[in-house]
């Protein structure tokens, strides 16, 4: 069975500050893929980046970040320079090697304020 | 190119009705996943499908639910005698191969109310 935590249901956070999103989560898998998706008003889920439990580097993808503590089984994501279009839902979520889909956490409701 | 699609956007039934929910991955992907999303359960898995290969069932809420795909392309999502608790955002998602690791692709998701 798999866990994801995501401990702040919701933040608010000032337009150019640095943001960090928690994510614990727990697996008996050896290996695993870790998830990081945005989920705006509309809707729409998006994928924003990924970390493999074998990566020997944090992930990054532009202003996206990914703080990969394995032995902490800490996956949080990390925003640079927030944007008020940041604001959405964000998920982060864990994939191991059997023939099943994600598992999510509960997310957290971010919101940027000018 | 195209993205993920889903038909109908939104669907009002009365309980008791069957509904069809139906996703067109996109082209090429192998994997087709179905999710729901609720206040009260926030995203679950529903069920995955590689290629035609009979699908892992354990994962759908109880035994109103079935889903297949013809094709290995086009899934459907079937909920019979539909109950209020059956009200959700139902999501399909695919991706380029069963590897578990690759990036999911969502779609817009079916609203799906149950009076």
């Known amino acids: 069975a798999q866990k994801i935590t995501q401990t702040q249901p919701g933040m608010f956070v000032q337009e150019k500050e640095v943001v960090t999103l928690d994510c614990t989560y727990d697996?008996?898998?050896?290996?695993?893929?870790l998830f990081w998706y945005k989920q705006p008003s509309s809707g729409e889920m998006i994928f924003l980046i990924y970390?493999?439990?074998?990566?020997?580097q944090n992930a990054t993808e532009g202003r996206y970040s990914l703080n990969f503590q394995k032995a902490r089984k800490s996956a949080n994501l990390v925003i640079s320079a927030s944007q008020l279009g940041d604001s959405a839902m964000y998920f982060c979520?864990?994939?191991?090697?059997?023939?099943?889909?994600?598992?999510f956490g509960k997310g957290t409701h971010l919101i940027i304020q000018p | 190119g195209a993205g993920v699609s889903q038909s109908p956007s939104n669907k009002v039934t009365e309980k008791g009705k069957d509904v069809e929910l139906r996703c067109d991955p996109i082209s090429g992907h192998t994997a087709l996943y179905w999710y729901r999303q609720s206040l009260g359960q926030g995203l679950e898995f529903l069920i995955y499908?590689?290629?035609?290969?009979?699908?892992?069932k354990s994962g759908l809420p109880s035994d109103r639910f079935s889903a297949e795909r013809t094709g290995g392309s086009v899934s459907t999502l079937t909920i019979q005698r539909t109950q209020q608790e059956d009200s959700a955002v139902y999501l399909c998602?695919?991706?380029?191969?069963?590897?578990?690791?690759?990036?999911?692709?969502f779609g817009p998701g079916t609203r799906l109310t149950v009076l």
């Open positions: 499908f590689q290629g035609n290969s009979a699908p892992d």
């Open positions: 979520a864990i994939h191991g090697g059997g023939a099943d889909g994600l598992t």
């Open positions: 697996t008996s898998d050896p290996s695993y893929g």
């Open positions: 998602a695919s991706s380029p191969s069963g590897v578990p690791y690759n990036e999911q692709f």
């Open positions: 970390q493999g439990s074998y990566d020997q």
